[in-house]
C-alpha cells in the first residue's frame, strides 16, 4: 500500500463548478501537506502549503487538512478553464527537523475544466 | 532570475549507454534534490542534497549517482542506462529556511532508453 493515496481522476467540470481533489495517507508522521499543481509539460509549482490540522484559504483555493482521519483536500471555487491542469498532494514528516523537505507524493489528479 | 533550469529537455538513450544530467539553481537554496515522475507514480525523490559536497538517497536511488560540487548545480547520473529509467526527471531547491518544503521545480528532463 502506498503511503499517499490519490484518486488519479480523470475528472472533468463545467466552469464555474467547485471542484474537491482528495489525498488519504498512512504515515502519522506527517505534518506538513502541500498542494501542487503541475500544466502539461512543466514542472510543478506549489499552490498551498498547511501545517497540522485545519483549513487555508488563499483566493479561490481552500485547504484543508484532518490529521485524525489520515485525509486532506483541496477546493476550488468558481473553477476556470486555466484550473484545467494535474493536482498534486504532497506531504513532509518532521523528524526534529532533519527531514530536509523530503517530500511523499500522490499520484496526481488529473483536472479539466470545460467552458 | 531564470529559477531552476535543467538540461537537456529531451534525450534518447541506447540500453548501457551513461549520461549526465544537469541542475542549476539561481535562488541561493541550500537544498536540492532529483525526482522522477512516471505514469501513475507521481513524482519520486531518486537522490537529495542540503549542501555543497553532500548528497543522499532518496525513496528510489539505485541506478543513479549523482555530485554537488558548487551550491548551484546538482548533477544526476546514469551509469549504464536500463528501460526501467525511461522516465521524466525533474529537479527541484528550496530553502534551508524554509524547512525544504517549498520546493521550486525545474521544467524536466525526458528520458527515453531503448
Known amino acids: 500500500q502506498k503511503e499517499v493515496e490519490q484518486d488519479p481522476g480523470p475528472l472533468s467540470v463545467p466552469e464555474g463548478a467547485i471542484v474537491s481533489l482528495n489525498c488519504t495517507y498512512s504515515n502519522s508522521a506527517f505534518q506538513y501537506f502541500m498542494w501542487y499543481r503541475q500544466y502539461s509539460r512543466k514542472g510543478p509549482e506549489l499552490l498551498m502549503y498547511?501545517?497540522?490540522?485545519g483549513n487555508k484559504e488563499d483566493g479561490r483555493f481552500t485547504a484543508q487538512v484532518d490529521k485524525s482521519s489520515k485525509y486532506i483536500s483541496l477546493f476550488i471555487r468558481d473553477s476556470q478553464p486555466s484550473d484545467s491542469a494535474t493536482y498534486l498532494c504532497a506531504m513532509s514528516a518532521n523528524a526534529g527537523g532533519t527531514s530536509y523537505g523530503k517530500l511523499t507524493f500522490g499520484q496526481g489528479t488529473i483536472l479539466t475544466v470545460h467552458p | 532570475n531564470a529559477g531552476v533550469t535543467q538540461t537537456p529537455k529531451f534525450r534518447v538513450l541506447k540500453t548501457g549507454q551513461s549520461m549526465t544530467l544537469l541542475c542549476a539553481q539561481d535562488?541561493?537554496?541550500?537544498?536540492m534534490y532529483w525526482y522522477r515522475q512516471d505514469p501513475g507514480m507521481g513524482l519520486r525523490l531518486i537522490h537529495y542534497?542540503?549542501?555543497?559536497?553532500?548528497?543522499a538517497k532518496g525513496e528510489v536511488p539505485d541506478g543513479y549517482n549523482v555530485s554537488r560540487l558548487k551550491k548551484q548545480n546538482f548533477l544526476l547520473g546514469l551509469e549504464s542506462a536500463a528501460p526501467s529509467q525511461t522516465s521524466v526527471y525533474f529537479c527541484?531547491?528550496?530553502?534551508?529556511?524554509?524547512?525544504?518544503?517549498?520546493?521550486?521545480f525545474g521544467p524536466g528532463t525526458r528520458l527515453t532508453v531503448t
Open positions: 535562488m541561493n537554496h541550500e537544498y
Open positions: 498547511t501545517y497540522s490540522s
Open positions: 542534497s542540503v549542501g555543497e559536497g553532500t548528497t
Open positions: 527541484a531547491s528550496s530553502s534551508r529556511l524554509a524547512g525544504g518544503r517549498e520546493q521550486y
